[in-house]
């Protein structure tokens, strides 16, 4: 058989997919483009893990369950244990989200802009994708989301709130609103939930059609561990996991998700601190003469600027890297920047004065 013919043998739907592409980094001495925590673990964390998987013997396999650290999870997030799916960060959650609730019969509603990955696991399933547009100021359009809902029975709608990029989010009402004209699952992607915005636990009562995604690559600073969880009902949850992969988490992974569940303190105060910066960033950007500057209630934010591709080079030549998002739909010319520490914002904040400084000009 030729490659070309190969090929062929694709999926259709997948061969009409843009892959889903990060630029190479250059060499960026402030790297501000995917959202991570600005703040590594210290080494006293690092040595007890060390140790841990220097006596773990390698040629057994992790736990089937991983009961300890869905117990601490559970502590943590106040959903009991058999209500938690623990994975390879929460891109696999929801994978295995797509593969159990979507199908060429069960269409995905998307409020775009959003986060890629629905999309390209929506097509990989075959499940036609409806858009809902967020309003003008990139909120979410909460009666455009209910009509949607109305019109496309039995659908699953993904809800990313804080969302990327925009960072807008739905209020307690909102999901309320939305949920109780809602006839299929509703998926609630809250990877940046402990920045800001409304935590939808308690929805999960009165709600067996909610599913929640959270992970430790963000506020838990654990983006390398790969590390991610869904919240749900029993039942529901019970269901789902029948699809998940043996053995997804390595034994890791799962030691480390335990070790910082039990620094909790760190982790707060390191939100407060990020918190307090993002709204002192928002204050001084909303000063500059951007187009607009979107408030945010996650770890980052957008900016508009009609001179965007100019900005990001110079950005770039000053070692500082944040993401081009500019090729989403209503995000024409923008950028978005996380939040980084104080020397990291003021090193961004200066280079942004310099950019839009009349002398240099
Ligand atoms: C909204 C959203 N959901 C999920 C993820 C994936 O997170 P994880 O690292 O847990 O796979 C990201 C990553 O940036 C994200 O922005």
Not at 45 to 72: G, H, S, T
């Amino acid at each position: 058989m030729d490659p070309g013919e190969a090929l062929s043998l694709i999926n259709e739907r997948i061969l009409g997919l843009t892959q889903y592409h990060l630029e190479p980094e250059p060499s960026a001495t402030v790297k501000l483009n995917q959202n991570e925590s600005p703040f590594d673990w210290p080494p006293q964390v690092k040595e007890e893990v060390a140790d841990f998987c220097r006596r773990r013997p390698w040629n057994r396999y992790p736990n089937f369950i991983p009961d300890e650290l869905k117990k601490k999870l559970s502590a943590y997030a106040g959903v009991e244990p058999d209500g938690i799916i623990v994975g390879n960060g929460s891109n696999e959650m929801l994978l295995v989200l797509m593969l159990s609730l979507a199908s060429r019969e069960r269409d995905v509603i998307l409020c775009q802009p959003t986060f890629t990955v629905y999309r390209l696991l929506a097509a990989g399933v075959g499940a036609t994708e409806r858009v809902v547009y967020l309003d003008k100021n990139l909120g979410f359009d909460v009666d455009a989301i209910c009509d949607a809902a109305r019109r496309h029975k039995g659908a699953v709608l993904v809800l990313c709130t804080p969302n990327n990029p925009t960072g807008s989010f739905l209020s307690e009402n909102d999901l309320k609103k939305i949920l109780s004209v809602h006839t299929g699952f509703c998926i609630c992607d809250q990877a940046y939930v402990e920045f800001g915005g409304y935590s939808a636990v308690p929805l999960l009562e009165s709600n067996p059609n909610l599913i929640i995604t959270r992970t430790f690559s963000k506020a838990f600073a654990g983006a390398g561990l790969r590390l991610g969880y869904m919240l749900g009902t029993p039942e529901i949850i019970g269901q789902i996991n029948k699809i998940k992969l043996p053995y997804n988490i390595n034994f890791f992974s799962e030691h480390v998700g335990g070790v910082l569940l039990s620094q909790t303190g760190t982790v707060r105060q390191r939100i407060d601190l990020i918190v307090r910066e993002r709204d002192a960033l928002f204050s001084v950007l909303s000063a500059l003469p951007f187009d607009a500057v979107y408030k945010s209630a996650a770890n980052f934010m957008m900016v508009r600027c009609s001179r965007k591709s100019e900005l990001f080079s110079h950005l770039k030549n000053s070692g500082i890297l944040v993401r081009d998002v500019s090729a989403y739909p209503m995000c024409e010319n923008c950028l978005r920047v996380n939040v980084g520490t104080s020397a990291e914002n003021k090193a961004f904040t200066d280079a942004v004065g310099e950019f839009f400084s009349p002398i240099r000009k």
